[in-house]
């Protein structure tokens, strides 16, 4: 078949002849075949086909070439790039097929402006060199990235005008979402950021009665417990115990897990062997000197509310010329991130990251999908007893 009258297109690319196929090609540019005259061929001259569809070199593929690809429509398509609920498992993953086979990139500054949302998360966190806190932004990270969201990490410094500041930051951004680990007992973030109340939001770590939020928690008091009832059953019962601000709800909650326990066991509380002090190695280090040094009846075993207490508690201990388990045996809630290379090997519960960073984000989508029901979420994430060698076990 061939063009009966040259054409000339007043345009440098490919020409690709399609026959009778425009109400299927919607959105391409189509282009009559006309004679020299500018009139429509007669009978007699009329071209083979109808249309021809005209396409630039190398120009990027289209939403409407994914929908023609995967034999759905444009809007499914579009709702299967951004994980709509609506959209089925099958679907889905046969559209993302054809997606990456393009590497195909959805325009999203135009469709911030159509939509409202940008795809990005805001991620705030007091200390990122925390492992803790690393891990759960990794966790989360890899989950957002799985739906196509960008994460936004900003690190506040365990600073209560920081953490303000950058969430205002993020909600200019326009952010879809945030994650917030907040400090200290300060619960008036909506008062100062209005705007945040109205994002979807997900608090961990901290929480606060006056803040309105899905929030994802360690069950703190239950593993305080079953730490403390560890070292109980290998005979100690001057258990000092290390912990953070009891403004925060980790501090507070892990040192009423230690005090439940020991009158669960028939022990009495003892203020003398409690230290609340930061969550940083200093702390645990100053909190180990301060119980030990110059003390006639020291405790013969501590539990840590963090690991890097931990970590600073070894690093004081191996300083006071103390050896662990025989001179005083301890326990951590978490475990430290260089926990293999640490001798004895510290018992801790087992590790809460994943879990919570998972948890955390998956709330986080829901809330941003618009589900019901998932701002008032509250879950409490428990784990069990890691057992090392710090506490006296084999």
Known sequence: MGIRHPINFPYHGIVNVVGNVYNRNIGWPFVKFLSPSGRRDSEDAKPAVDFVRVEKEGSPIRLEDIARESGVSIKTVSRAIHDHPDVSSATKSRVMKIVDKHNYSPNWAAQSLRSQKTHTVGFVVPNITNGYFGEIGMTMDRLFRSH???????????????????????????????????IGGAGDYFRKVPLLARKPLVIIDNAFKEMDAACVLHD???????????????????????????EETSG???LEGYRTALARLGLPYDESLVRVTNWEINGGDEAIRDLFGNRAQRPT?????????LLGGYKA??????????????????PPNVMDSLVPRPTTLEAFEEKIGSAAARCLLELIQGKKGARKRAMRIRGDVRVGTSCGCA
């Open 148 to 182: 196509r969201y960008a994460t936004l990490i900003s690190f506040t410094s365990n600073d209560h005008q920081i953490e303000i500041e950058s969430l205002n930051s993020l909600i200019n951004k326009n952010v879809d979402g945030i994650v917030f680990a907040p």
């Open 220 to 246: 703190n008091a239950h593993g305080a417990g079953l730490l403390v009832e560890h070292l109980y059953r290998h005979g100690h019962r001057r258990i000092a115990c290390v912990t953070g601000p009891t």
């Open 301 to 309: 075993a501590v539990f840590f509310a963090n690991s890097q207490q």
């Open 317 to 334: 201990f191996n300083s006071l010329g103390l050896s662990l388990p025989s001179d005083v045996a301890v326990v951590s809630f978490d």
């Open 252 to 254: 507070a909650e892990r």
